[in-house]
């Protein structure tokens, strides 16, 4: 999978001088989150969401697409425009914006993959040099930013996103002491880690809940999971 969709709609956007940030699906897998990818996500600054539709729309790589009836996975991005790829209208590129809540995000740095990296198989999609020119945010702000908008909109799926992640990862409070103590939005987070003895796969010697495919120490060498 080239994922040209992706890296167009990355440049389109940082040749306009908005800085896009991947999450939703593809940030999932990235950090080791087991599920399909049905929509490319990126978030942008709320202030600058009418001229990053603009932008893909000029480019003439990307046409408006209408949104199917949302359901409880998607409703969350019934208003978020829609755009398919032209050159090869295969996943869907979706413009979220950042509610006011993007200075919690804090993207890699070229030099976070170094030769130290371990990725994830959920990204294998991806070829590992084109990860590394991604805006892929940081494990710690993605997860505030999670936790963020499930306070802000009371919206289920933020939540689950924040499970999903608790479990992949193996976050535990000692992650959380490192990575987010003392910082704000992280409440939700710490309810999950607090139960996630109870998502645990006994089949596995209760050593990792039922998502976490990968070891502890594999999980800590992804770039951005950890400060």
Same mark, same amino acid.
């Given at each position: 999978?080239?994922?040209?969709?992706?890296?167009?709609?990355?440049? %389109? *956007? %940082?040749?306009?001088?908005?800085? =896009?940030?991947?999450?939703?699906?593809?940030?999932?897998?990235?950090?080791? %989150?087991?599920?399909?990818?049905?929509?490319?996500?990126?978030?942008?600054?709320?202030? +600058?969401?009418?001229?990053? /539709? +603009?932008?893909?729309?000029?480019?003439?790589?990307y046409?408006?697409?209408p949104?199917?009836?949302?359901?409880i996975?998607? /409703?969350?991005?019934?208003?978020? =425009?829609?755009?398919?790829?032209?050159?090869?209208? #295969?996943?869907?590129?979706?413009?979220?914006?950042d509610?006011?809540?993007?200075?919690?995000?804090?993207?890699? /740095? =070229?030099? &976070?993959?170094?030769?130290?990296?371990? $990725?994830?198989?959920?990204? #294998?999609?991806?070829?590992?040099?084109?990860? %590394?020119?991604?805006?892929i945010?940081?494990?710690?702000?993605?997860?505030?930013? *999670?936790?963020?908008?499930? +306070?802000?909109?009371?919206?289920?799926?933020?939540?689950?996103?924040?499970?999903?992640?608790?479990?992949?990862?193996?976050?535990?409070?000692?992650? $959380? +002491?490192?990575n *987010?103590?003392?910082? =704000? $939005?992280?409440?939700?987070?710490? &309810?999950?880690? &607090?139960?996630?003895h109870?998502?645990?796969?006994?089949?596995?010697?209760?050593?990792?809940?039922?998502?976490?495919?990968?070891?502890?120490? &594999?999980?800590?060498?992804?770039?951005?999971?950890?400060?």
């Amino acid at each position: 999978m080239t994922m040209n969709e992706l890296h167009d709609a990355v440049r %389109v *956007l %940082v040749d306009s001088n908005i800085q =896009p940030v991947v999450i939703g699906e593809l940030a999932q897998n990235y950090y080791n %989150v087991p599920i399909i990818l049905h929509e490319i996500e990126l978030c942008v600054p709320e202030s +600058q969401l009418p001229a990053a /539709e +603009q932008a893909l729309v000029r480019s003439g790589l990307y046409a408006r697409q209408p949104r199917g009836e949302p359901n409880i996975y998607t /409703e969350y991005k019934t208003t978020s =425009p829609t755009f398919r790829y032209l050159p090869a209208p #295969d996943i869907p590129v979706v413009l979220f914006s950042d509610r006011g809540l993007g200075h919690l995000l804090i993207v890699l /740095e =070229p030099s &976070d993959h170094d030769e130290k990296a371990a $990725y994830s198989q959920q990204i #294998d999609y991806l070829a590992h040099r084109d990860v %590394v020119g991604l805006p892929i945010p940081r494990l710690g702000p993605y997860v505030q930013l *999670l936790d963020a908008l499930f +306070q802000k909109t009371g919206d289920g799926m933020f939540q689950m996103k924040l499970e999903q992640l608790v479990d992949a990862m193996d976050l535990d409070m000692r992650w $959380y +002491q490192v990575n *987010l103590a003392g910082k =704000p $939005y992280t409440d939700t987070l710490r &309810d999950l880690i &607090d139960t996630k003895h109870l998502r645990v796969d006994q089949f596995s010697g209760s050593t990792m809940t039922l998502i976490n495919l990968m070891s502890a120490a &594999d999980l800590r060498r992804i770039p951005g999971a950890s400060n």
